[in-house]
């Protein structure tokens, strides 16, 4: 589960031994005082909070109001099946508290193989408002990426020899990601081009390198509130200590 790798240090794994992974759930935090109900914050006129997305300055994607006072961060991977599944029964949750302005959604990337930073690429490459819509999308199709490298394993080993800027669009290619993507809204030159640009690998990279070891993050997801570091992963323990911090639904 550890994932503080750098571009140099990313490991090209067998294809078959590629597997979804649930990250171990921790106890819930226990004896937090209940804080009052915070009121909700307009969006500047014209906006809505669900829409508005701004980069951090730890590179992470935030959906909502930059400044609320209640800043969520996950720390995912892409080939994580533990953040899948997150994706899938907590983003929708989230997505209503954001939109009272009260709470901030923020995605950081904690790489943890050569096709979660190749996804991870991808899903940069568009507009900063599809960040989070292109990566639900790719957790989606998780078993079927995994099934197309198993399926052309040749080609996602043999990529590990080719120089950086090569290297990423054959993992693409090998994974079925230029197809998957292209029917999303990334034509299939747009993407090779991202996965290209080694210096913007490498700052996906580096990032998740340096972040993992300050915070001492190991697994995905984690989850960080108001940088307090959660003990929780699924959203069914998250959402009472939004609510309790004060959060409620629009």
Sequence with gaps: MKSRANLTKLSFAAPLALALTLAA?????????????????????????????TISEQDGYVLGNPD????????ASHTCG??????????PGIKEYV?????????????RDPIDLTIATLVRCGADENMQVLSDQAWSNLEAT???VNANGAAYEAAGNLPVDQRF?????????????????????????CLSDTAKIE???????????ELNITQTPTFILNDRKLDVNGWAAIEPLLQRAGARQE
């Design 82 to 91: 533990a953040c899948a599944n997150f994706a899938a029964t907590g983003k």
């Design 99 to 111: 939109a009272t302005g009260v709470v901030s959604f923020e995605q950081r990337n904690l790489v």
């Design 169 to 193: 669009v054959q993992i693409a290619q090998a994974a079925g990601l230029i197809d998957f993507f292209a029917a999303r809204g990334l034509s299939a030159d747009q993407q090779r081009a």
């Design 203 to 213: 700052g996906i990279a580096n990032n998740s390198t340096a972040q993992a070891a």
């Design 25 to 53: 759930c921790g106890d819930a935090p226990t004896g937090d005082a209940e804080s009052d109900v915070i009121a909700p914050i307009a969006a500047p006129d014209g906006t809505n909070w669900g829409e508005t997305v």
């Design 68 to 75: 609320a006072p209640l800043k969520l961060v996950e720390y």
């Design 146 to 148: 995994f099934a197309a």
